[in-house]
């Protein structure tokens, strides 16, 4: 059993991958202690603000796998089209849930004003600005280029 799982701790495409998604995270802490002036370790677990650890994660994996692989292996095509496929739900499909649940909370406050029984709302942080993406992207290139 050990022998099967010690070649993970050595695959250097996955650990740049996840200290890409790491160092995005521990950022949103930061920039939240700047804007917000004060600490909030949630940050280290949501999905939404910047920098999108979506982002950084698929783009430390293609970049890590080009730089290992070269650009013309599969294993490259497959994470750049993960990439893709990731960072545009992000930006695009979770960005206007986003702004959905941001538009249906404001119609059940004015339906439902007075009624505890219904002060539940629906999540509005989920997706990312185009920005809060490339900005994410950017790290995950980074951190593999750094560290590959």
């Known amino acids: 059993m050990t022998q099967a799982i ?11 991958s996840l200290g890409a998604w790491t160092v995005a995270q521990v950022l949103k ?3 939240g202690l700047v804007k917000e002036k004060r600490l ?3 940050y280290l677990f949501i ?3 910047m920098p999108s650890s979506h982002a950084a994660i698929v783009c430390a994996l293609a970049t890590a796998i080009a730089l290992r692989d070269g650009l013309a292996s599969p294993t490259f ?5 993960l990439a893709v496929v990731v960072m545009y739900d992000a930006a695009g499909v979770r960005q206007a849930v986003s702004d959905n649940a941001i538009l249906l909370n404001r119609v059940l406050d004015e339906l439902l004003k007075g009624k505890p029984e219904f002060e539940k709302h629906a999540r509005e942080l ?5 920005l809060e993406v490339l900005v994410g992207a950017l790290i995950g290139i980074g951190m593999a280029l750094l560290f590959m």
């Open 126 to 130: 989920i997706g990312h600005t185009r």
């Open 77 to 81: 095509a497959i994470s750049a089209i």
């Open 6 to 16: 010690s070649p993970v701790f050595s695959n250097k495409v996955l650990f740049v």
């Open 47 to 49: 999905m939404g603000k």
């Open 40 to 42: 909030n370790l949630a």
């Open 29 to 31: 802490v930061l920039i």
